[in-house]
């Protein structure tokens, strides 16, 4: 199968497994990750195979820069000393442990056990906070897993880094490989600063939504490569400038922008993140060959286990002693911090490190590639399945699912916009700013949206009538917009409304159905 034809086919594979995936309600990515494991298996030794650099600078930049820009900096500072000890702490212990055990038992050389231990070291919680939206968990234990995964990407990736040029020139000294790494991370940040406002200060300046999402795009890029190349941190460039372009999306981005900005970074997202599970799965037939069948397996059931020990001892020792020292510190319950050690997933950042191993080191064969890349490949599984299919009877068994708690929570915010839009609206109109039918029909607007809201509001039983009323008249509403959309294509039919124009209306037709659905 030819290049292209190999993309067409992954695209649908990914595609019809992420349905499947719906359809049974588990995440894409658990059902991706089995799904690649079984391409790979039906391939054999026929799969192509992928250059890793390719999946080094194809994939990554993206994928990082896409979950910094969607991170709010305002929680990150509120919860930064929890996330800095899971994402710098946990991961340097993560990646030690992981190390003496590839090392003490998979008989692995002592640096490519450091490099497994750098690409198992990062989370990735998008199966998680998914899980745990969905129920209504907490939100600091989503910023915290988020935050984390921001934050470990690039101290696991720095190590990983600095890990793999050590095995590839063959020596390696503790003392300056401290201070490389704090250099490469500083410089990093700095690329990525410069390269985020470089971006922002662009596409003020814009009110082309193609135009601003192409920009976007390359500003992942733009910081990544550049950082690459002078030796910093690529992985800490994405990081900064997708926090730095995130935290200024009101100053740069129009509505229009931001929506559509948004839908395609959603959509790349997946798409990649689709491409890397089943691409994994493709070359574990390469992988594998020459290898017995038990041994990795084996290597991998320890290191998954040693993952998911030392997560939890950390969760259970170290927020403890933090908050002895720290009598200010706020506590968190046994129930969160259980959800917190149960979520330690990996995925598509640990696919793409593990399959971007370089296959010579110092003119001979990377040493101990494939045991590297088979048991991270099994652990990553073995770590997004296990947790992934249990999470969700966790939550609600430790008493953390909190829907209506959320619903109403959410209801009351919407109240209280529409009570300060109607304020405004009484004080324009006393000030003579808006006529009276102007400000009758404002008030309409609003007294409508707070009549709907207020079921919601006090969650109880006996406004059934009115919330059945406000759902019949949500479906009213739907129905008529289905209306509009075909008279609108008629109208398309006689040549009575140009394309452009119907692109338009059938945007803002768009909006109104999606705040239905909200």
Known sequence: MHGIELIVALLLASTVLAGLARAINVHYAIVLVLGGLAAGLVWGTSAPRVDPQIVLFVFLPPLIYAASFGSSTQDLRAHARAIGLLAI???????????????????????PAIVLGAILAPTDP?????????????DRISTILEGEALVNDGTGLTAYKLAVAAVVSGHFAPGLGVLKFVAVSVGGVAVGLAAGWVSVEVRKRLDEPQIEISISLLTAYLAYIPADRIGASGVLAAVAAGLYTGSRTGLMLSPTSRLRTLGFWEALTFLLESLLFLLIGLQLPHIIRGLSVGRPLEY???????????????????PLFVRLARRGEPPQTFAELTVLGWTGMRGGVSLAAALALPLVAAGHAFPDRSNVIVIAFIAIAATLVIPGLTLAPLIRRLGLAEEEVLARQEARAR?????????????LAEREKISEPIAEA??????QRIHRLEPQVDGDAADADEAA???RIRELRRELIGVERGRLADLRRRGEISAESMRRIEHELD????????
Request: hydrophobic share 60%; proline share 1%.
């Open 469 to 471: 009323t406000a759902r």
């Open 126 to 138: 998008v199966a998680a906070t998914s899980v745990l939206r969905r129920l209504g968990a907490p």
């Open 300 to 318: 991998a059931a320890v290191v998954v286990v040693t993952l998911i020990a030392v997560r939890m001892a950390w969760m259970f020792s170290i």
């Open 89 to 111: 702490g946990l991961v340097l212990v993560t990646m030690a442990a992981v190390a003496v055990v590839g090392h003490a038992v998979a008989h692995i050389a002592w640096g």
């Open 442 to 447: 404002a008030r309409l607007t609003y007294e």
């Open 511 to 518: 909006l109104d159905e999606s705040r239905l659905s909200h």
């Open 415 to 427: 109240v209280a916009l529409a009570h300060a839009a109607l304020g405004h609206v009484e004080e």
